[in-house]
Protein backbone atom coordinates (compact mmCIF):
# COMPACT_ATOMS: atom_id res chain seq x y z
CA UNK A 1 0.00 0.00 0.00
CA UNK A 2 1.46 3.28 -0.96
CA UNK A 3 2.19 5.70 1.61
CA UNK A 4 3.39 9.53 2.19
CA UNK A 5 3.38 10.39 5.61
CA UNK A 6 4.41 13.90 6.63
CA UNK A 7 5.50 15.45 9.73
CA UNK A 8 7.57 18.50 11.42
CA UNK A 9 4.98 21.00 11.22
CA UNK A 10 3.54 22.80 13.57
CA UNK A 11 3.40 26.62 15.39
CA UNK A 12 6.78 29.09 14.66
CA UNK A 13 7.20 32.41 15.11
CA UNK A 14 8.18 34.78 12.25
CA UNK A 15 11.95 34.43 11.53
CA UNK A 16 11.65 30.96 12.89
CA UNK A 17 12.64 27.53 11.33
CA UNK A 18 11.14 23.87 10.41
CA UNK A 19 12.67 21.01 9.11
CA UNK A 20 9.15 18.70 7.20
CA UNK A 21 9.71 15.55 6.46
CA UNK A 22 8.13 12.60 4.12
CA UNK A 23 8.37 9.13 4.48
CA UNK A 24 7.69 6.99 1.71
CA UNK A 25 6.38 3.56 1.36
CA UNK A 26 4.99 0.99 -0.91
CA UNK A 27 6.88 2.09 -3.89
CA UNK A 28 10.25 2.25 -4.90
CA UNK A 29 11.51 5.63 -3.63
CA UNK A 30 14.67 6.25 -5.39
CA UNK A 31 12.86 5.85 -8.83
CA UNK A 32 10.16 9.12 -7.83
CA UNK A 33 10.59 12.53 -8.42
CA UNK A 34 9.75 14.45 -5.00
CA UNK A 35 8.21 17.86 -4.71
CA UNK A 36 6.57 19.87 -1.98
CA UNK A 37 3.25 21.60 -2.17
CA UNK A 38 1.42 24.51 -0.20
CA UNK A 39 -2.10 25.38 -0.08
CA UNK A 40 -3.46 28.70 1.77
CA UNK A 41 -7.17 28.64 2.32
CA UNK A 42 -8.74 30.39 -0.65
CA UNK A 43 -5.62 30.07 -2.41
CA UNK A 44 -4.72 27.24 -5.29
CA UNK A 45 -2.36 24.93 -4.22
CA UNK A 46 0.89 26.16 -5.85
CA UNK A 47 4.71 24.21 -6.30
CA UNK A 48 7.21 24.81 -3.57
CA UNK A 49 10.40 22.64 -4.54
CA UNK A 50 11.33 19.71 -6.86
CA UNK A 51 13.86 17.53 -6.06
CA UNK A 52 15.17 14.67 -8.61
CA UNK A 53 15.12 11.06 -8.27
CA UNK A 54 18.77 10.95 -7.51
CA UNK A 55 18.85 14.21 -5.73
CA UNK A 56 20.80 16.36 -8.80
CA UNK A 57 18.27 18.46 -9.71
CA UNK A 58 16.61 20.82 -7.65
CA UNK A 59 13.89 23.78 -8.28
CA UNK A 60 12.44 25.92 -6.31
CA UNK A 61 9.24 29.00 -6.04
CA UNK A 62 10.87 32.28 -6.03
CA UNK A 63 9.70 32.76 -2.73
CA UNK A 64 11.16 30.07 -1.33
CA UNK A 65 14.68 30.67 -2.88
CA UNK A 66 17.24 31.42 -0.68
CA UNK A 67 15.03 30.70 2.32
CA UNK A 68 14.52 26.74 1.84
CA UNK A 69 16.28 23.65 0.91
CA UNK A 70 14.78 20.47 -0.50
CA UNK A 71 16.64 16.84 0.01
CA UNK A 72 15.99 13.72 0.37
CA UNK A 73 17.57 10.50 1.84
CA UNK A 74 16.70 7.85 -0.22
CA UNK A 75 18.06 5.11 1.88
CA UNK A 76 15.77 6.50 4.13
CA UNK A 77 12.92 7.02 1.69
CA UNK A 78 12.74 10.13 3.48
CA UNK A 79 12.17 13.90 1.49
CA UNK A 80 12.65 16.86 3.55
CA UNK A 81 12.04 20.78 3.54
CA UNK A 82 14.43 22.84 5.67
CA UNK A 83 12.75 26.23 5.76
CA UNK A 84 14.41 29.41 6.97
CA UNK A 85 13.23 32.85 7.65
CA UNK A 86 9.94 32.15 8.16
CA UNK A 87 6.94 34.26 7.97
CA UNK A 88 3.49 34.96 7.79
CA UNK A 89 2.87 34.26 4.34
CA UNK A 90 4.32 30.88 4.23
CA UNK A 91 1.30 29.75 6.86
CA UNK A 92 -0.65 26.86 4.56
CA UNK A 93 -0.99 23.46 4.36
CA UNK A 94 1.91 21.53 3.35
CA UNK A 95 1.83 18.35 1.00
CA UNK A 96 4.39 15.74 -0.07
CA UNK A 97 3.86 14.43 -3.53
CA UNK A 98 6.30 11.44 -5.76
CA UNK A 99 6.23 11.79 -9.26
CA UNK A 100 6.92 9.15 -11.76
CA UNK A 101 6.17 10.10 -15.41
CA UNK A 102 2.35 10.38 -15.01
CA UNK A 103 1.75 8.68 -12.24
CA UNK A 104 1.23 10.42 -8.54
CA UNK A 105 1.45 9.82 -5.30
CA UNK A 106 -0.12 12.51 -2.51
CA UNK A 107 0.94 13.01 1.30
CA UNK A 108 -2.15 13.99 3.50
CA UNK A 109 -0.54 17.23 4.26
CA UNK A 110 0.85 19.04 7.46
CA UNK A 111 -0.07 22.46 8.88
CA UNK A 112 2.64 25.01 8.84
CA UNK A 113 1.50 28.00 10.51
CA UNK A 114 4.20 31.11 11.06
CA UNK A 115 2.77 33.69 14.10
CA UNK A 116 3.58 35.43 16.69
Known amino acids: QVQLVESGGGLVQPGGSLRLSCAGS????????MSWYRQAPGKERELVATISSGGAYTNYADSMKGRSTISRDNAKSTVYLQMNSLKPEDTAVYYCKARRGSRDYWGQGTQVTVSS
Open 26 to 33: GFTFSDYF
